[in-house]
């Protein structure tokens, strides 16, 4: 069974970069029709998508967050990762990442248990 | 990219039928239907519950039924029941390859 983890520091301070990794087990993230995207969650609030990524690294991010995002994938290690700069305080969130279908379907249909990252001094 | 709307809440009682909406511009939603949707519990991640509008994937109960018309999209639960108390989302493919979820919409269960 697919399994994803989120890991990286949950407190990051204004203005810094926040990392996040997610660890794909129970499947290769190199699949023929899946990307792997990361979505956030503000406290109290909906969920946003951020951006996702194919095995070969193409990347589709939201327009709102793209001047801050990179997202990036390892293949060797199962894992594709997620970088923030410039974090405020309205960045802090719980962040998941999930496996995206894009190519036809469209949905996001396994999530990690989610990672709590608070921007704070 | 603004969220799709949806109302903050709904209710009903274990046995009835609930219906969340799910609206969006045209230029969310109005020409496609890759609409999805999500079961969300408090602390826990989200659970895919429908895809391409109506479809339910593998192990969904045939309780959450969904619909599309023009540019609004639904989510109804029948035969309601505890469990089903959770907040909603719906998430749609919105052009120029983005994707925007709704505000989400908390269930209870009376």
């Known amino acids: 069974q697919l399994q994803l983890q989120e890991s990286g520091p949950g407190l990051v301070k204004p203005s810094e970069t926040l990392s996040l990794t997610c660890t794909v087990s129970?499947?290769?993230?190199?699949?023929?029709?899946?990307?792997w995207g990361w979505i956030r969650q503000s406290p109290g609030k909906g969920l946003e998508w951020i951006g996702s990524?194919?095995?070969?690294?193409?990347?589709y991010y939201n327009p709102s967050l793209k001047s801050r995002v990179t997202i990036s994938v390892d293949t060797s290690k199962n894992h594709f990762s997620l970088k923030l700069t410039s974090v405020t305080a309205a960045d802090t969130a719980v962040y998941y990442c999930?496996?995206?279908?894009?190519?036809?379907?469209?949905?996001?249909?396994?999530w990690g248990q989610g990672a709590l990252v608070t921007v704070s001094s | 990219q603004s969220a799709l709307t949806q109302p903050a809440s709904v209710s009903g009682s274990p046995g009835q039928s609930i219906t969340i909406s799910c609206t969006g511009t045209?230029?969310?939603?109005?020409?496609?239907?890759?609409v999805s949707w999500y079961q969300q519990h408090p602390g826990k991640a989200p659970k895919f519950m429908i895809y391409?509008?109506?479809k339910r994937p593998s192990g969904i109960s045939n309780r959450f039924s969904g619909s599309k018309s023009g540019n609004t999209a639904s989510l109804t639960i029948s035969g309601l029941q505890a469990d089903d108390e959770a907040d909603y989302y719906c998430?749609?493919?919105?052009?120029?390859?983005?994707?925007?979820f709704g505000g989400g919409t908390k269930l209870t269960v009376l």
């Open positions: 129970g499947g290769s993230i190199s699949s023929s029709t899946f990307y």
């Open positions: 999930a496996r995206h279908e894009l190519v036809r379907d469209h949905y996001f249909d396994s």
């Open positions: 990524i194919y095995d070969s690294g193409y990347t």
């Open positions: 045209s230029s969310d939603f109005g020409n496609y239907n890759l």
């Open positions: 391409e509008g109506s």
């Open positions: 998430c749609s493919y919105a052009g120029s390859s983005t994707w925007v």
